[in-house]
Each structure stands twice: as structure tokens, then as C-alpha cells.
């Protein structure tokens, strides 16, 4: 991997070159990890938050009160990574919901015990106490989740289009598409 750098070569063996060029990440990079920001109606400002590890982001927030909120997104070792706010600090949520389970891109709530989070293939949801994986179509990609009460759920995202292939004679042949819905 490589990270771009914009300054003139001191050394012969260093792969800098003047002006925009490459240089191997492992001479220096930056940083990428979870970030939180809060709006108090004048400015943003940078929120104290659990140290994640490099490549963590997240990708969603919903705040049902302002000491329960929740963010999701992705960090590199279970693949969900799930924040929760309590009014005083942030915390990391784990639970073996989160297993196998790919990115949360958006998370929603009505109450306190109902939140969905969604994310490719994946659709979680908290009942207050615990998260659970809920049953999706394989072929969905979320990327978005409304919460309206626990049985008005909406999502958005994409489907992936599955063909059904046959062995013939001359190799492998389209039979035609399965059915999505």
C-alpha cells in the first residue's frame, strides 16, 4: 500500500519524489480510525471516544434521547462496530449477534428497546437488552433503515441479481434468473 506525499526526496533509497508522488505506507500514513463529532447549535466539536484501531469508521448515528444514542459502522476484527452513548461517555457494544456479520451502514430507532441496524446482508435489532441477527434476503445490500414503531420497519439499499447456471454438453449454460421476491 501506498500513501500519497507532497515533499521533495532526502534520501537516496527513500521513494519520495518532488511534489505529489508515492512513498510506502510503511515509512508513514495516516491514521484512520472511528471519529464523533457533536453540534451544540453553534459548532462541532470533536467527542471523546473508545479507542477502535486503525481502519475503524462508522457510518451511522441515531439519537433517540440525548443520553441514549447510537452509532454503527465497521472496525477490522468483527466487522460491526457498535457504539453507544449513555449521556457521559461512549461505549463499545459488543455481542455475538455481531458475528459474521459484514459493515452497518445505517441504524434507526423508534424507542429505547427498538433499534434496527442494517448493513449488507445483515439486519440487526436491539430489544433493549440484547441484539439479534434478523433474517434478510441474501441478495439485499442495505444501506438505510427507518424505524417507525417495532412492526413498521422500512429499508433501501440494493439487490443482486442470482442466475441459475446449468451443466450441458458444451459447459456451463444460463437457465434463466431466480426469483427475488
Request: net charge positive; no cysteine.
Amino acid at each position: 500500500m501506498h500513501a500519497p506525499v507532497s515533499r521533495t526526496a532526502r534520501h537516496r533509497n527513500d521513494h519520495e519524489r518532488t511534489g505529489l508522488g508515492v512513498r510506502p505506507a510503511r515509512a508513514a500514513y495516516r491514521s484512520i480510525t472511528a471519529l464523533i463529532e457533536h453540534w451544540n447549535g453553534a459548532s462541532w466539536s470533536v467527542v471523546s471516544s473508545p479507542r477502535v484501531g486503525h481502519g475503524a469508521f462508522l457510518s451511522a448515528v441515531m439519537a433517540i434521547s440525548s443520553n441514549d444514542v447510537w452509532a454503527a459502522g465497521s472496525n477490522n476484527s468483527s466487522g460491526v462496530l457498535m457504539e453507544h452513548w449513555n449521556g457521559t461517555s461512549w461505549s463499545v457494544v459488543s455481542s455475538p449477534a455481531f458475528t459474521n456479520v459484514g459493515p452497518i451502514r445505517g441504524i434507526s430507532a423508534d424507542a429505547s428497546n427498538d433499534v434496527w441496524a442494517i448493513g449488507t446482508a445483515t439486519t440487526l435489532h436491539w430489544n433493549g437488552q440484547t441484539w439479534s441477527q434478523v433474517p434478510a434476503p441474501s441478495t439485499f445490500r442495505g444501506n438505510a433503515v427507518t424505524a417507525l414503531s417495532p412492526t413498521n420497519v422500512w429499508a433501501a439499499g440494493s439487490r443482486s441479481r442470482e442466475h441459475h447456471w446449468k451443466q450441458s454438453r458444451t459447459g456451463m449454460a444460463r437457465a434463466g434468473r431466480l426469483s427475488l421476491a
